[in-house]
């Protein structure tokens, strides 16, 4: 199964999933958020059904949101209402595909890069397609760093189709992919009781 159809199966079952820590969630997006100005243009690469980019864009001049999924994209689409002013722009891509829109000044990629086939493909076309001086933002699983149980667990769901086909990648990993795409790292850290998934703001030197 290609993963797009993994993400068309899966998206009205996504959609239903509430957040599982929400004042996690609310700490980070206070972070992001804190990153943002008004005359911003923001790229968040899979965005799901689209409810982090929602929060983002009454705050940006302009969010353009993207996902590998049709399905995700249709429901975000129909989540987002009739008026245009402050909404984002959905568009089915994949990560590394060269977006209409750019130069963006700030790039977001939550709980999406170890979902991707090739980091440093994404990370180049994100590094090209941002101003400098710009942030991207990421936030993502670094199965690497968890418990051997929870990698073999991983693989066997993994292998019954029930998880998608994951990259198990360490933080210092990660961190090493961002620098070599050019990224200088300005912060990283964690919300809530989870130490696996780090937040990690890097910079496009100006
Ligand atoms: C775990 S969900 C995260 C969604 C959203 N960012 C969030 O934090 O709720 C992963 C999303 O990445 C998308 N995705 C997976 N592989 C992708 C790729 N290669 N390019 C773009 N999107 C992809 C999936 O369709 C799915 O919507």
Known sequence: MTAQAFWDRHAPKYAKTPIADVTAYEEKLECVTALLR???????IG??????????????AHVTATD????????????SGDDTAGTPEFLQAEA???IPGQ???????FSLLHLVDDIPTVLDSVFHQMKPGGHFISKTVCLKDAPRWMRAMVRVLMAARIAPNVI???????TRHLIRAGF????????GKNRLSPFIVARKPA
Do not use: N, W
């Open 38 to 44: 008004s005359t911003d243009r923001v790229l968040e």
């Open 47 to 60: 965005c799901g059904t689209g409810g982090t980019a929602r929060k983002i864009a009454p705050v940006v």
């Open 68 to 79: 590998l999924s049709a399905e995700m994209i249709r429901i975000a689409r129909s989540r």
């Open 96 to 98: 590394a595909q060269h």
């Open 103 to 109: 130069p963006f000044e700030v790039a977001c990629a």
């Open 168 to 174: 198990i990648l360490s933080r210092a990993e990660l």
């Open 184 to 191: 200088e790292i300005e912060q990283t850290r964690y919300f």
